[in-house]
């Protein structure tokens, strides 16, 4: 069975509104072994142009997890026949479907994320620098923490990232040594 697997990129969690292209991307999403709620509010938070429907017949893209896909159901069969592309997400978390629909629709949200997430960093270091205190950071993706981090270390601060995922976030304390994670 072909496919077409969610990339691992970083995407906010949750994703705010975004700018898809036009006219580019499925109209019509069958949600097959994921959560149909949870994939209506992704889109309905992304913004973007999409239905999701009950039918096959309907569908301009299939969307399911891992573990739907590798059990080669009559469904998958059916949409790989009639050429349906078969987008395959990790998992039914609501940020994995919102990976997979930026991907999917291009949203130009991405770059605007980091750099935000960036600035964040950059006015945590001056108010360190000011005041001596700790600043715990918004909750960001694995490759934002990592980037804020980098930054971190070149003003020779000491960093940690505590929380667990989708809340995980990066704190930054004054003081020398090595950056911890």
Not at 12 to 31: M, Q, R, T, V, Y
């Amino acid at each position: 069975m072909k496919s077409e697997k969610a990339l691992p990129f970083a995407a906010p969690e949750p994703a705010a509104a975004g700018k898809a292209a036009k006219g580019n991307g499925p109209k019509n999403i069958l949600p097959f072994g994921i959560n149909r709620v949870r994939l209506e509010e992704s889109i309905s938070r992304m913004r973007l142009p999409v239905n999701v429907v009950s039918d096959l017949k309907e569908a301009d893209l299939l969307m399911t997890s891992k573990s739907h896909y590798r059990r080669e159901s009559q469904v998958l069969r059916d949409a790989e026949l009639k050429g349906i592309p078969i987008y395959v997400v990790r998992s039914d978390k609501t940020s994995q479907m919102e990976q997979a629909l930026a991907n999917i629709y291009r949203v130009e949200e991405h770059s605007d994320s980091v750099a935000l997430a960036l600035m964040e960093t950059e006015k945590a270091i001056e108010e360190i620098k000011r005041s001596g205190q700790m600043v715990e950071l918004s909750p960001q993706n694995a490759f934002i923490r990592r980037l804020q981090h980098q930054l971190a270390e070149k003003y020779n601060l000491v960093t940690r990232s505590t929380g667990k995922a989708p809340r995980r976030r990066v704190r930054i304390l004054a003081g020398d040594g090595e950056a911890r994670r």
